[in-house]
């Protein structure tokens, strides 16, 4: 980035913002520091403290942006005229799809120390709650008369299980499943998860 | 660990398992160097490589501990005269509580890069395999007639489960899953797949 005098502290920041995201795209969040920011807007590196006190809630930001593209992908699905099962299956294919395609980006969801009295914490939980509330819609139509809390227990131990899965895969243990394909495996966990919902209504 | 002379080479192996295991349980993976290995043993840095030519081949060793112990759990749990997922439930428990005690060591079992011809990556990947067998075997006594290859797909599908949930915690995630308790959100794993299994038999 050619060296220039940010107008205003909401510039840098956005500027800031925008250069995390590209070096953790590039090569994971490990290799965010604040001198390697510095070095690409060529500002100060104390500089970067006055904006962001700490590397964590400049990360939160970019996982804010994350989360804002997996829930555009999520809201994206057509819901029309699918088995719940089939909805489902469309959600977790179209998550791993992302997962697959932005696998640094999707990784910094999970490091860093979370402040969870932090506004970016706050927010980022609220729009994740919000991607499991169409797992939950899906569910909930599968055994209408189920308590709202097993529906949730539901709709994040299965999204659990795709996080497992997924965190196994980025990790090269995916051999520890024995599986040529990972989304088999969460098919199976699916179909049956649904079937026993079905079964105990 | 006083200064000694190592009196042979395997004595040295077993020394320098010992010494990986102790800082990676005290301190986690990211504090296992050649350096602060040679450090501990009294030894040259260059004697540690003469052993194990690379770290990662180090902490396939420690993992190997650390999987032989899980099997002592899980062969341990009493499988006599329970529901199938009442017995899940209690292999989940066992390695909940195995995880929970020893957060580091089994948070290495899922770094370092893994050569797929190493000797200690093929018994490491057999043993899981046999760990997975438990699992298996209690599936298995839910719907005999399901497919093998079906059975084995659920069983892995709901370790990973498992393993996602364990690891949300483990990085400070957990409240994205919004439960007090993991172990709920297990169970309803498993009584809904188990209860799917059945349905579908």
């Known amino acids: ?32 520091t604040a001198r390697r920011l510095a070095a690409d807007l060529n500002i100060a590196v104390g500089t970067t403290y006055n904006v962001f006190r700490q590397m964590d809630d400049l990360i939160s930001e970019v996982n804010a942006r994350t989360i804002a593209k997996i829930t555009s992908i999520i809201t994206g699905v057509d819901k029309s005229a699918r088995k719940s ?16 395609a932005n696998e640094n980006t999707w990784a910094a969801l999970f490091v860093g120390e979370v402040d969870p009295e932090s506004e ?52 090269g243990r995916h051999s520890i499943l024995g599986l040529g394909n990972i989304r088999d495996a969460i ?3 699916i179909t049956n998860h649904v079937a026993g919902m079905k079964a105990k209504r």
Chains 1, 2 share one sequence.
């Open 85 to 100: 099962d089939e909805l489902l299956m469309a959600y977790a294919d179209a998550y791993i799809g992302f997962v697959t």
């Open 1 to 32: 980035m050619p060296k220039k005098i940010m107008e205003s502290r909401e510039e840098l920041r956005t500027a800031m913002i925008d250069a995390a995201e590209r070096i953790i795209t590039e090569q994971g969040v490990e290799a965010l």
């Open 120 to 171: 970016s914490h706050k927010r980022n939980l609220a729009q994740t709650l919000h991607l499991f509330s169409y797992i939950e819609e899906a569910l909930s139509a599968v055994s209408p008369e189920t308590d709202q809390s097993e529906i949730q227990a539901s709709a994040r131990a299965l999204w659990a299980a795709v996080h497992g899965m997924l965190s196994l895969v980025a990790h």
């Open 187 to 189: 098919n199976v966990l």
